[in-house]
C-alpha cells in the first residue's frame, strides 16, 4: 500500500471530529460508554446480519431453477455466477473508504434494506436481462453492508467478549453463515410451490429486512467503528512501519481472495454440479418419464436445488461453527500457526468430498443417513476457508486501526471480486466444458475439480511464510 495512507490516518481524526460535530456527539463502542448500549448494538448487528446473508444464497441455490424458469444459456449462467462475487466484492473498498472519510454508517442500514428488495424481487424476473439487473443491484448493496458492519461488530466486541475483536468478529460472522444456512433452505423449499412455481413468494422474505434496517439505523449512526486510541497507535509506528503493515495486510488479501474462491467454488458450482449429476445418472429424470421435456427439466432442476440446499446448508453450518470456534480459541498474536494448517486440513477434506460422495451415493442414493458422512465432509471443508477468517479479519484490522472499515474491505470484498474466477477456473477443472453442461460429465472428472479447487487452499496457507511473525505479535497489542 502506498504511504499517502500515512497521512490519511493523520487526517481521520478531523474528518471523526468534523462528523461527530455535524450529526452529534459519538457513543463509543468502548467500555467508557454505556456496556448495555453497546451490548444491544451488537446484537442488532448480530440479527441484521443473519437477515441479509439470506438473499445472495438464493442466487446459487435456485441456479438450475432459475436456468430452466428463464431458459438461460451457458453464458448467462455463467454471468449469475460471477456476478455475485464481481458486484458484491469490488465496491466495497470503495464504500468502506467513504464510511472512514465521512464517518458514516448508513451503509450498513442501506445495503441490508436494498439488498432485500432487490434479490427478493428476482421470482417477478421474466428474462435474463430484469434478473441481471436485480441481482446486480441487490449484491452490490449486500457488498457495501458488510465493512461497516463488521467494524462496528469487531470494536463493540473488542469489550463485550474474552477474546475481544476476534471472537466477535466471528460470532458476527456466524450470524451471516446462519442466514445462509436458512437461505439454503428456503429458497428451494418456497420455489417448490405452487407445483414449482413458487418463486416469487420470496418477495415475502423482504419486510422483516425493512423493519431491521430502520433498527440499525437508530442504533448505530453515532457509534464509532475504529479504535478508539488510533490515532495515538498510529503515531507510535517507527518510520516504514505502517508500509510493512499494509504489506502484511496485502498477503493477508491475496490468501482470502484464494480462499473465497474455493468457497464460491464449493457451493455455487460444485455442490450443484455434483448433486444434479447424481439425479441426471439416476436416469430418473427422463424425458419418457414426464408429459414433455420441459416437464422433466423442471422436475430435474427442482430436485436438484432441493438436494443442493441440503449440501448448502451443511457447508455454511460448518462456516458458521469453525468462525465461533476459532474467533474463540485462537490468542491474539498467534495466528500466524492458524492460517498455515487450517488452510490445509480444508484442503484434505475437499479432496476427498467428491469420492466419499460418489461412494455414499451408490450406497443408498440420497438418503439422509447414508448421506450424513457427505454432509459432515462438506462441513468440514470450511476449515479451510472460513474458519481463517477471525484471526484474518481480526489481525488486519489491528495492523491498521485507523482503517478498521477499509481492511475490512480488503479481507472481504477484493475476496469477493477475485473468486469470481471460479467460474472460468471450473470450466478449467472440468477439462474445458461448462457449469451446464457440467453434470453430465462422469464422476471421476468431477472429483478433479474438487481437488483442483483444494489447490487454492494449499497454495492460500503457504502464502503465510510472507507474513512477519515478529509483526503478527506485536500487533497483538493493539486490542
Known amino acids: 500500500m502506498p504511504e499517502p495512507h500515512e497521512t490519511h490516518s493523520n487526517g481521520v481524526a478531523n474528518h ?9 456527539a459519538q457513543r463509543p463502542a468502548s467500555k467508557n460508554g ?28 435456485l441456479l438450475w ?43 450498513g442500514p442501506l445495503g441490508l434494506a436494498i439488498g432485500a428488495a432487490s434479490i427478493g424481487s428476482i421470482g417477478f424476473a421474466q428474462s435474463f436481462w430484469q434478473l441481471a439487473v436485480l441481482q446486480v443491484i441487490g449484491v452490490i448493496a449486500v457488498g457495501f453492508y458488510h465493512p461497516i458492519s463488521t467494524a462496528l461488530a469487531g470494536q463493540a466486541g473488542t469489550h463485550l467478549f474474552r477474546n475481544g475483536r476476534a471472537q466477535a468478529i466471528g460470532i458476527f460472522i456466524s450470524a451471516g453463515m446462519a442466514g445462509h444456512a436458512a437461505g439454503s433452505m428456503l429458497g ?13 413468494y420470496l418477495i415475502w422474505l423482504v419486510p422483516p429486512c425493512l423493519v431491521a434496517a430502520i433498527v440499525l439505523h437508530l442504533r448505530l449512526r453515532h457509534v464509532g467503528h475504529r479504535h478508539d486510541n488510533h490515532s495515538e497507535i498510529h503515531a507510535s509506528f517507527a518510520p516504514g512501519e505502517s508500509a510493512r503493515r499494509w504489506r502484511a495486510i496485502a498477503v493477508l488479501t491475496v490468501q482470502n481472495a484464494l480462499r473465497f474462491t474455493f468457497n ?40 436438484a436445488a432441493l438436494q443442493n440446499g441440503y449440501l448448502g446448508a451443511a ?8 468462525v465461533l470456534t476459532t474467533g474463540r480459541v485462537i490468542k491474539r498474536g498467534r495466528e500466524w500457526g492458524p492460517l498455515v494448517y487450517l488452510s490445509l486440513i480444508g484442503a484434505a477434506f475437499a479432496m476427498v468430498l467428491g469420492p466419499v460422495g460418489d461412494l455414499m451415493y451408490d450406497l443408498g442414493g440420497f438418503s439422509l443417513w447414508l448421506m450424513a458422512p457427505v454432509y459432515l465432509c462438506t462441513g468440514l471443508t470450511a476449515i479451510g476457508f472460513f474458519a ?15 482503517h478498521t472499515s477499509l481492511v475490512t474491505s480488503l479481507m472481504m470484498g477484493a475476496g469477493w471480486a477475485f473468486s469470481s474466477l471460479c467460474a472460468p477456473l471450473a470450466y478449467l477443472f472440468f477439462g474445458m466444458t461448462t457449469v451446464s453442461d457440467a453434470p453430465n460429465l462422469e464422476p471421476w472428472r468431477i472429483n478433479v475439480a474438487f481437488a483442483g479447487f483444494g489447490g487454492l487452499l494449499l497454495v492460500a496457507s503457504a502464502l503465510t511464510l510472507l507474513i512477519p511473525r515478529d509483526l503478527v505479535a506485536k500487533a497483538a497489542d493493539h486490542h
Open 388 to 402: 481463517t477468517f477471525p484471526p484474518a479479519a481480526s489481525l488486519a484490522q489491528r495492523l491498521q486501526p485507523g
Open 188 to 200: 428451494p423449499w418456497i420455489n417448490s410451490l405452487d407445483d414449482g412455481q413458487g418463486m416469487p
Open 65 to 107: 431453477p432459475l436456468r430452466e424458469r428463464l431458459d438461460l444459456t451457458p453464458s448467462q449462467v455463467t454471468f449469475v455466477i460471477m456476478a455475485t462475487p464481481i458486484f458484491s466484492g469490488a465496491l466495497q473498498p470503495f464504500f468502506a473508504w467513504l464510511t472512514d472519510k465521512y464517518d458514516t454508517r448508513l451503509c
Open 264 to 303: 464460491v467454488g464449493i457451493l455455487v458450482i460444485m455442490l450443484n454440479v455434483w448433486a444434479k449429476s447424481k439425479l441426471v445418472q439416476s436416469g430418473a429424470f427422463g424425458a419418457d418419464k414426464f408429459e414433455s421435456a420441459e416437464a422433466a427439466e423442471r422436475a430435474l432442476a427442482n430436485a
Open 16 to 24: 471523526s471530529q468534523a462528523a461527530s460535530d455535524v450529526n452529534g
Open 34 to 61: 454505556s456496556k448495555a448500549a453497546t451490548r444491544l448494538d451488537y446484537w442488532s448487528l448480530f440479527g441484521s446480519h443473519a437477515l441479509i446473508d439470506v438473499f445472495p444464497i438464493l442466487l446459487s441455490s
Open 315 to 322: 457447508l455454511t453450518i460448518g462456516m458458521g461453527i469453525s
